[in-house]
């Protein structure tokens, strides 16, 4: 664990929710770091989503992790591409992704589909859903050790498609919908075997097969 792990989750994650964003505030805080440190500390922050992230409520994490990996929003995501940083600790940190939707995502989201605006929702299923929207990880072409990272990156949706929840399936498609126009073929690929799979949710089945051609929202 990092030794300023403590005082990271309290920047991203101890913030009174407001529109807008504390992160919006010209003067607002920052924490500085390396690359590496950066990577590590997203890591341990996903690894330990579960246990960690309990203590804020679900709108404090939504708003949080928003700000952590949208681009718009903070620059701490792109460590995961930096060359700089070691590729193993790159790997690590993409990885737990997987347990971020596992750990958190599954046992807080409520089981809706965002991209029909179902209700009730938590207010943690925005970022469950558009976290492959958000982030860098959909854009790797030029990016060092490019095929490692990429199939890293398709391995993690791979691991969230199995999950039994329907919040986590609905952004795991999301994200094979969003990596389309670079990989159509390992897309499609991953949709076609999706959908040979028994899917009780007729409308995600249906949003599994407008990702297979990049046609989701």
């Known amino acids: 664990m990092h030794s300023r792990y403590d005082e990271w989750l309290n920047f991203v994650f101890d913030h009174e929710v407001a529109d807008p964003a504390w992160h919006w505030n010209i003067d607002y805080p920052v924490f500085t770091a390396s690359e590496e440190e950066y990577a ?3 890591e341990n922050t996903f690894s330990n989503a579960g246990r960690d992230l309990s203590r804020f409520s679900d709108a ?3 708003q949080g992790i928003n700000f952590l990996a949208s681009a718009p929003c903070s ?4 460590a995961l591409k930096d060359a700089k940083v070691p ?4 790997l ?16 807080r989201c409520t089981e809706t589909l965002s991209h029909l605006e179902q209700r009730p929702r938590s207010e943690l299923n925005y970022v469950c859903y558009m976290f492959w929207d958000i982030n860098s990880l959909g854009h790797l072409d030029g990016t060092d050790a490019q095929e490692a990272l990429t199939d890293c990156v398709f391995s ?10 329907l919040a986590c399936k609905e952004g795991a498609i999301h994200g094979y919908g969003e990596l389309w126009c670079g990989y159509p073929d ?3 690929q991953a949709m076609d075997q999706f959908l040979l799979t028994e899917i009780a949710c007729a409308e995600l089945r249906t949003y599994a097969r407008c ?6 929202q």
């Open 40 to 42: 590590i500390l997203i």
């Open 60 to 62: 404090e994490v939504n």
């Open 75 to 78: 620059d701490y995501f792109f």
């Open 87 to 90: 590729l193993e600790t790159r």
């Open 92 to 107: 690590s940190a993409i990885r737990s992704i997987s347990t971020l939707y596992r750990d958190c995502f599954q046992s």
């Open 156 to 165: 993690v949706l791979a691991d969230t498609l199995m999950l039994d929840h």
């Open 186 to 188: 390992k897309v499609e």
């Open 211 to 216: 990702a297979r051609t990049g046609n989701i």
